[in-house]
């Protein structure tokens, strides 16, 4: 049986409000002393886990290092080996583009070449967005007869680039070879269709373009393309689940992510106040909310303890804002663990809670990775969450006479 | 998506050095008094499990007892239910036989009938491996035109029975009747390919050969066969993990099924000093050490308590002899239960503790079954404890963008 189908087939209407909050790459690990979690002084998330079903979540399979693509899905219950999201898709979302069936997208640092075609600096010194802008603009004059194609900037030297009005393949060769002192790759077909070989053939024409385009600029005088990925085919959380869902996040991949199954994507200033704040002005007009704070995982990735730890401080202190609208479900987790010790995601399980009227308790007293071991869930797949916040929130039918 | 091809596409080198030290049917049961392994002193065990990763593992599925091929498949990370192993390819690995594609082995006991045709012993005494040698020997003069066969002596009354030559099948019925007072049995096709029914005719000659053969001798006059099984096809532990693996196991069986994933196979003394102190030995030139002990089984199937304490003691007394040669991932696990006050392997989970730089802590204070149950991995497949190991010795990449 189709796991969605099931879903879908059993979900009935409710008016109750869920907020899933999700503090990305949460989960740390202990090395002489205790986690990022378990040292941050949480009272409020302590007195709301005595009350709330508790546990941990793998986020794939047991070992398994989700990237932020396939952590979310899981998170909102997609099978992340079943539903493959590529990078290109993700900056293409991440910029807001109206992105549509068909579609090829592909991530692109602006690089530097030197007069040998080498490559002397894959993120052409890190440009500032301006000059992104422009070398975008630039590349824009190109023509290429029978498609369109659409570049914008992301961030820094980075930007997105899309094709569209070609049966296109996704199964090519990135351009980007990782490293400096030699030339950009051409494009390879990774496979025998002739889509593949018609894709591969027009990006190699595109990316000669690019050059004579750029070849008097400086530093940013060639382009490098990674993650092409076509559109996916996901149904929406509307379809699946019934829910009018909004995404409260400040960073593009997520903004991207949550709009990919179908989220209205709220405009917000990153950070935990003016998303929460945004979430209280929005409060009442949508069944789902998902808020999304990406700074633990920054300072995660940094390894810095200290922040990793105040930015959930931060969070603790703020919480009473979303709980004092009562809502409904209340989830609290993470897409992935990003110890600071590890400085980087890993595979270990997350932390989650899930307070509602129906929450069985457990001998949880904190929230943190060491107490949760005994919680009320276990150690519960993340796939899983959606169902239960479904299960908690009555959109769920019996299944079975 | 294949399980098994998802772990490959991950998979990335490292110099990390692993240790799976497995204690054969490690797990016991309550009755009155703690198991076997809380009882034990192990003060070692006790002080690393407080710093690893802990819990327990379901070897196949809740209530399902495993044998040895399955438990040990499912600790090397091979679906138990998906790649079956016949107790003839293990008899044949067992005695280190060079088995290859196309082969159907079998295994032998000599067995005692008498005038009728009727069994008498199934086992013939459980004669010396002398006079087991002898009979094979006298057996391998028969000549079955068309087909090479092989027999070697196992153990006592047991040997290794392997043809080569045909296109044969394993889907044949065995030949013990399992009791005594009948005749043994004829071989039956068990579907209606023309393999199977050709196997089984040139197996039914082949026993009457025997019998012939061994008509005058005495006790070992017949040869019963069982587990008929071809040479299963299973990508190897460098192909999967990129592990240089050895074996350190004295038993055959446990050696053959290490051998069968590709594992170097280790000359070693049975016996906790001499196989840790070969580990020793051998320290630096494997990336990965699968170290099996068998006593704790053994004593677990005579229902000998304090024996089996006594194992446990052991390699608690030994441990430091590994650990001190600091392995990045030490994993300590049993590959089934055994618990005395049931006799023989059970369906029971397996504690595990999971040492590295990356282990989270739990509560544990005791490597014991019920402390376990608070343990940071809760109650995982042990189809997954490999893949932990990969992620904990840095040999898996992140899963998506």
């Known amino acids: 049986m189709d796991r969605l189908e099931f879903i879908r087939n059993l979900k009935q209407p409710s008016e109750e409000k869920i907020v899933l909050l999700v503090l990305d790459g949460l989960g740390g690990v202990q090395k002489n002393r205790k986690t990022e979690l378990e040292a941050a002084e949480t009272p409020n998330m302590d007195r709301l886990v005595k009350v709330s079903e508790a546990g941990l979540m793998t986020p794939i399979m047991p070992g398994i290092t989700p990237g932020s693509g396939p952590g979310h899905l899981a998170l909102f219950g997609y099978d992340p080996l079943e539903y493959i999201i590529g990078r290109g898709i993700l900056s293409a979302l991440g910029i807001r583009f109206p992105i549509r069936d068909g579609d090829l997208a592909a991530r692109v640092n602006f690089a530097t070449i030197d007069e040998n075609n080498k490559i002397t600096d894959r993120r052409a010194g890190r440009i500032p967005d301006e000059i992104n802008t422009k070398m975008c603009e630039k590349i824009r004059e190109i023509i ?126 990153s950070g935990v106040e003016p998303q929460f704040d945004r979430l209280r002005e929005l409060w009442g007009k949508y069944d789902f909310y998902f808020v999304h704070i990406k700074y633990t995982d920054s300072f995660g990735e940094d390894g810095n303890f200290e922040k990793k730890v105040s930015v959930i401080e931060e969070v603790d202190r703020n919480i009473e804002k979303i709980l004092e609208l009562n809502p409904d479900v209340f989830a609290l987790t993470a897409d992935h663990s990003t110890p600071v010790i590890y400085k980087a995601h890993s595979w270990h399980s997350v932390p989650v809670l899930l307070k509602s009227k129906w929450s069985r308790h457990s001998y949880v007293k904190q929230f943190g990775e060491k107490d949760l071991q005994t919680g009320s869930l276990g150690i519960i797949n993340t796939l899983d969450l959606m169902t239960l916040i479904m299960a908690h929130s009555g959109r769920l039918a019996k299944y079975g006479a």
């Open 144 to 269: 290429i007869p029978g498609i369109q194609f659409f570049i914008q900037t992301e961030k820094d030297h980075r930007a997105a680039l899309i094709l569209r009005g070609k049966k296109f393949s996704e199964n090519i060769s990135e351009t980007d070879p990782q490293k400096t002192g030699v030339p950009p790759l051409p494009v390879h077909a990774l496979d025998n269709s002739s889509e593949t070989a018609v894709t591969a053939e027009l990006i190699n024409q595109f990316l000669e373009k690019v050059k004579d385009k750029l070849s008097n600029e400086s530093p940013a005088n060639m382009i490098l393309l990674r993650g092409f990925a076509l559109f996916p085919k996901i149904p929406s959380f509307e379809e699946l689940y019934g829910l009018n869902a909004c995404a409260i996040a400040g960073y593009p991949m997520y903004r991207g992510l949550a709009s990919l199954v179908g989220m209205k994507v709220i405009d917000v200033e």
